[in-house]
């Protein structure tokens, strides 16, 4: 589907697309040519749902400036 389009850097937080037209959020590999859905804090072991390339319809960058940075805390 998105053979036209630039695919996102490696490991980059995206906000992605599939061809059911559910938006999902989570990271793209390329080294599986797949993106791969957050799905919480469930550990290393799980990784979420998988969506190949040729799956995607859609995606963009997840705004970081949105996102604390984890190695930051901050005192409210």
Same mark, same amino acid.
């Given at each position: 589907?998105? @053979? *036209? #389009? &630039? /695919?996102?850097? *490696?490991?980059?937080?995206v906000?992605?697309?599939d061809m !059911?037209?559910?938006p999902r959020?989570?990271?793209?590999k @390329?080294a599986? @040519?797949?993106?791969?859905?957050?799905?919480? *804090?469930?550990?290393p072991?799980?990784?979420g !749902? +998988?969506?190949?390339e040729? *799956? +995607?319809?859609?995606?963009?960058?997840l705004d970081k &400036?949105? #996102?604390? !940075?984890p190695d930051?805390?901050?005192? /409210?």
């Open positions: 589907m998105m @053979k *036209d #389009r &630039k /695919l996102p850097e *490696d490991q980059s937080l906000l992605f697309t !059911n037209g559910i959020e989570g990271t793209y @390329k599986s @040519k797949a993106f791969i859905e957050a799905i919480g *804090d469930e550990g072991e799980d990784t !749902n +998988i969506y190949p040729e *799956d +995607i319809v859609s995606w963009e960058y &400036k949105d #996102r604390p !940075n930051i805390m901050v005192i /409210l």
